[in-house]
């Protein structure tokens, strides 16, 4: 069993917000798409004019940097394709850079109090 959250969040190339109209409603359509593919559950999505948001629930196995490199790259790819706007003001979609961070049930307070707790034992 396991319960393992990301939070993840990335913007296009210098911040532009392109992320709206047909391309914000694409952009969700092929992000739902490609988490079916690879395994992984869209909990949360918010796609503002200039970045990105998800929670994302996945198995142990798949690391936030490939599910990253997965959804970028994808969404990237086809976007770029239905839209030639897209081609001719960023030489590419996506910054290289992200953020992530892990969310779980239990929160980092009552892990390390539990692991504390432990040396008595």
Do not use: D
């Not at 798409?33 to 994302?56: C, N, Q, R, S």
């Amino acid at each position: 069993m396991y319960n393992i959250g990301y939070h993840l969040i990335w913007c296009p190339k210098y911040r532009r917000p392109v992320l709206v109209g047909e391309i914000e409603k694409r952009l969700k359509e092929l992000l739902k798409t490609k988490a079916e593919e690879i395994g992984i559950e869209i909990v949360e999505m918010e796609v503002m004019p200039e970045h990105v948001h998800l929670f994302v629930k996945t198995k142990p196995t798949a690391s936030p940097h490939w599910i990253i490199q997965q959804l970028k790259g994808y969404t990237s790819r086809v976007l770029r394709q239905e839209f030639p706007k897209l081609r001719t003001r960023l030489p590419s979609l996506w910054t290289r850079s992200y953020y992530v961070e892990s969310v779980g049930h239990i929160s980092e307070e009552t892990i390390k109090r539990y692991i504390e707790e432990q040396k008595g034992k």
